[in-house]
């Protein structure tokens, strides 16, 4: 009974966390962090302006009229995250470069942005096989882009740098 007993006071322990706090480049204190004491602390909340410019931008500029409802900051690549009001989640690169967009409950990405992230062969192409009003998610690579659907006859689109499509999955 003792030996359960201690097994479950060390879960609920290691459950439990502490708070340690992230510091920037400068050494100072920044966000604090939920670590469950198992492994580096990976990630933590950041204030909308800590995001770099260009991706402050961006969010200003594609999503003006949804709340930011959460950033982060992932330590280990250095990219982060901003989650708005009505689902969506867009993940940037160290300078600020969205890669990836997500609607999330939102379900679909409106096709406005869509046709602004995708570069013009691609856009005609998911025009022509009239799926672009249902885009879950678009994610940037070096490579080119993949367009996830929200269709039962297609599962995702793949695009090379300038719009070509390379693959469809079904």
């Given at each position: 009974?003792k030996?359960?007993?201690?097994?479950?006071?060390?879960g609920?322990?290691?459950?439990?966390?502490?708070?340690?706090?992230?510091?920037?480049?400068?050494?100072q204190?920044?966000a604090?962090?939920?670590?469950?004491?198992?492994?580096?602390?990976?990630?933590?909340?950041?204030?909308?302006?800590?995001?770099?410019?260009?991706?402050?931008?961006?969010?200003?500029?594609?999503?003006?009229?949804?709340?930011?409802?959460?950033?982060?900051?992932?330590?280990?690549?250095?990219?982060?995250?901003?989650?708005?009001?009505?689902?969506?989640?867009?993940?940037?690169?160290?300078?600020?470069?969205?890669?990836?967009?997500?609607?999330?409950?939102?379900?679909?990405?409106?096709?406005?942005?869509?046709?602004?992230?995708?570069?013009?062969?691609?856009?005609?192409?998911?025009?022509?096989?009239?799926?672009?009003?249902?885009?879950?998610?678009?994610?940037?690579?070096?490579?080119?882009?993949?367009?996830?659907?929200?269709?039962?006859?297609?599962?995702?689109?793949?695009?090379?740098?300038?719009?070509?499509?390379?693959?469809?999955?079904?």
């Amino acid at each position: 009974m003792k030996r359960i007993l201690a097994i479950i006071a060390a879960g609920v322990v290691m459950m439990a966390g502490t708070n340690v706090f992230a510091q920037n480049d400068r050494g100072q204190l920044a966000a604090p962090v939920l670590y469950g004491g198992v492994g580096p602390a990976i990630a933590g909340s950041i204030d909308f302006n800590q995001l770099p410019k260009a991706a402050r931008d961006f969010a200003q500029k594609h999503f003006k009229d949804e709340t930011v409802i959460a950033c982060e900051k992932e330590f280990y690549d250095n990219t982060y995250e901003v989650e708005f009001s009505d689902g969506t989640d867009i993940e940037f690169d160290a300078q600020g470069n969205w890669v990836e967009i997500d609607a999330g409950r939102r379900k679909v990405l409106p096709e406005k942005i869509v046709k602004k992230l995708l570069p013009d062969k691609a856009r005609h192409e998911l025009e022509r096989r009239k799926v672009i009003a249902y885009v879950e998610s678009v994610k940037r690579y070096n490579a080119g882009y993949k367009v996830e659907i929200r269709n039962a006859k297609y599962d995702d689109f793949r695009f090379a740098k300038d719009g070509k499509l390379l693959g469809i999955s079904d």
